[in-house]
């Protein structure tokens, strides 16, 4: 007796190289719109993040992770005071997390 398994394998031999084909590119074409929706909406919420920081900071970098485990950077910086100023911020907490004061 043939397996779930077994049936499906032998529906696969049977269908020609076009079909194989066609089935390829719809699930490629599936899987790069949704990726593109993902894309769009990780965009749209890191915009909508820097909006309300962009509130109460001039300049800022936000480094971490999302709910989804997945890293996170965003750096906004309007002028180059304002990136300059992030770069030294950044160069003082990096020396001062490796060489702490006191110790």
Do not use: C, W
């Not at 907490?93 to 490796?98: Q, Y």
Request: glycine fraction near 2%.
């Amino acid at each position: 007796m043939d397996s779930p398994e077994d049936k499906d394998l032998q529906k696969m031999v049977k269908m020609d190289r076009k079909q194989i084909e066609s089935l390829l590119k719809s699930a490629m074409e599936e899987y790069l719109t949704v990726q593109s929706n993902v894309k769009s909406e990780k965009a749209k919420s890191l915009s909508s993040l820097a909006a309300l920081i962009s509130e109460y900071l001039s300049a800022f970098i936000i480094i971490g992770y999302n709910v989804n485990r997945e890293p996170i950077s965003l750096v906004h910086a309007t002028n180059q005071m304002d990136a300059d100023a992030l770069s030294a911020a950044i160069n003082k907490f990096i020396l001062n997390s490796i060489n702490p004061e006191g110790k």
